[in-house]
């Protein structure tokens, strides 16, 4: 049973090699997985079509401050006009020769430059500039987010793979042992028995490294999606992922660089003024407007009128007496979203304060995990190298030497992924403070 199950645990390592033989096989630095991402993000992609809306929405805006011109015609058919025209010479019966209109024709071209329009067409202009600011500047925090969600998903990946590496050195360590083991059993230095907690150690090695395989491979796939690249794409990790930790500045250091560095605080600052600006020109409905006019109208009413040349310039004045009654709605609006906004910049700055904090001391806890971990990592391996000592000279039992290496297994595992989430620890407390870099 032992030989048969170790046939089949070769047999499915020697199928997942020859797949991965067959996938696209690329090495990615993390700089380069962001690069990558953040260009092939969907959710970007949404966030530049708000920008080019908010555009369009600031090009609408400079419109309305631009002359209009308008040209109008229409013909008519009358049905039994009367038509008295005091103009004419009255008849010899006393009456007024007045013949009938049985059709008409006009025409009339308009302009309208605004002149004076209380300031609506000046606050709506900048505040559709604040407006594409606050969208540009929404779309760079969506960028820190995408660039750190990439980053756990490449973290993940190297754990995964270092986790491999592990278990295939202690498995091929673990297979010598039982070689060596079967023949200490055929010579009758040690008991069947023995050998077979050997081979157990073994076999659960083979299904952890199984594990961690299947790990790897989810992760791949989780990446290749984030990174727009084919499913088959297998991504080798950067060796020097975790080579060096920076040392953490004083937490007052971070919450200083996020004041002055968020790009959701100066996209909220922003929408602010476009806010104000609202409220300007929601007062500025309840004032009159005054435009320069001029036209052009031309008409024709067959056997009795013809106007032709009648152009027309001069100043028009525009004021909603119901103002004087009505409540100004919009006013109301615009106040209402001013305080949201105030309200939205008061919670944000407490967000701030508290994920600086959080993530501050996530980032030193990771980084004393690791000292931790280093030096369980050196004492489990020291105390392999003694059990194993002891046992080769009949001192420790079968037992005690497996316990001792799956020991020193878990330790040097704890040490790699200690030091790959401080790495990510990091990155985090960066991108909360909105300095994480995406180059």
């Known amino acids: 049973m032992k030989k048969i199950y170790s046939s089949i645990v070769v047999l499915g390592f020697s199928a997942i090699g020859i797949t991965a033989q067959a996938q696209a096989k690329i090495l990615l630095t993390l700089d380069e997985a962001v690069r990558l991402g953040?260009?092939?993000?969907?959710?970007?992609?949404?966030?530049?079509?708000?920008?080019?809306?908010?555009?369009?929405?600031?090009?609408?805006?400079?419109?309305?401050?631009?002359?209009?011109l308008k040209v109008s015609g229409s013909a008519l058919a009358l049905g039994n006009a009367n038509v008295d025209l005091k103009v004419l010479k009255p008849s010899e019966n006393g009456g007024s020769a007045a013949p009938k209109a049985n059709s008409a024709f006009y025409g009339?071209?308009?302009?309208?430059?605004?002149?004076?329009?209380?300031?609506?067409?000046?606050?709506g202009i900048q505040s559709a500039e604040y407006l594409i600011e606050a969208s540009k500047l929404s779309t760079e925090n969506d960028k820190l987010a995408i660039a750190y969600t990439i980053s756990q998903a490449y973290n993940n990946l190297f754990k995964a793979s270092q986790q491999i590496k592990v278990l295939e050195d202690n498995l091929t360590a673990s297979q010598k042992r039982d070689e060596s083991f079967q023949k200490l059993e055929n010579n009758g230095i040690i008991a069947r028995n023995d050998k077979l907690k050997a081979n157990l150690q073994t076999s659960n090695i083979e299904l952890?490294?199984?594990?961690?395989?299947?790990?790897?491979?989810?992760?791949?796939?989780?990446?290749?999606?984030?990174?727009?690249?084919?499913?088959?794409?297998?991504i080798e990790i950067d060796p020097n992922y975790i080579s060096e930790l920076t040392e953490n500045q004083p937490v007052s250091f971070y919450l200083n660089q996020a004041v002055s560095q968020r790009k959701d605080v100066q996209a909220l600052d922003?929408?602010?003024?476009?806010?104000?600006?609202?409220?300007?020109?929601?007062?500025?409905?309840?004032?009159?407007?005054?435009?320069?006019?001029?036209?052009?109208?031309?008409?024709?009413?067959?056997?009795?009128?013809?106007?032709?040349?009648?152009?027309?310039?001069?100043?028009?004045?525009?004021?909603?007496?119901?103002?004087?009654?009505?409540?100004?709605?919009?006013?109301?609006?615009?106040?209402?979203?001013?305080?949201?906004?105030?309200?939205?910049?008061e919670l944000l700055t407490d967000q701030i304060k508290l994920e600086i904090n959080r993530d501050y001391q996530n980032s030193e806890f990771a980084k004393r995990k690791i000292t931790v971990y280093e030096k369980a990592a050196a004492q489990a391996n020291e105390n392999f190298r003694v059990t194993k000592n002891k046992f080769d000279n009949g001192l420790a039992t079968i037992t005690e030497l497996l316990d001792a290496d799956t020991a020193q297994i878990s330790a040097n595992v704890n040490v790699v992924n200690a030091k790959a989430d401080a790495a990510l620890a990091y990155r985090k407390l960066l991108q909360t403070t909105g300095t994480l870099t995406l180059n």
Request: proline share 3%.
């Open 208 to 234: 952890q490294l199984l594990e961690a395989n299947n790990n790897f491979n989810i992760a791949n796939i989780n990446m290749d999606i984030l990174l727009g690249l084919p499913d088959a794409t297998e």
């Open 270 to 345: 922003y929408q602010r003024r476009a806010a104000e600006l609202g409220t300007k020109a929601a007062k500025a409905e309840s004032l009159p407007t005054i435009a320069l006019t001029g036209g052009y109208v031309a008409a024709e009413i067959p056997k009795i009128l013809t106007i032709t040349n009648a152009a027309n310039i001069g100043l028009g004045i525009q004021y909603n007496i119901d103002n004087l009654w009505k409540k100004n709605s919009s006013l109301m609006r615009a106040t209402a979203t001013e305080k949201q906004l105030s309200a939205s910049n």
């Open 38 to 68: 953040i260009q092939n993000s969907k959710n970007l992609k949404i966030d530049q079509a708000k920008i080019e809306e908010a555009t369009a929405n600031y090009l609408e805006a400079k419109n309305n401050r631009l002359p209009s």
């Open 108 to 123: 009339n071209v308009s302009a309208s430059l605004p002149l004076y329009t209380g300031g609506k067409i000046k606050y």
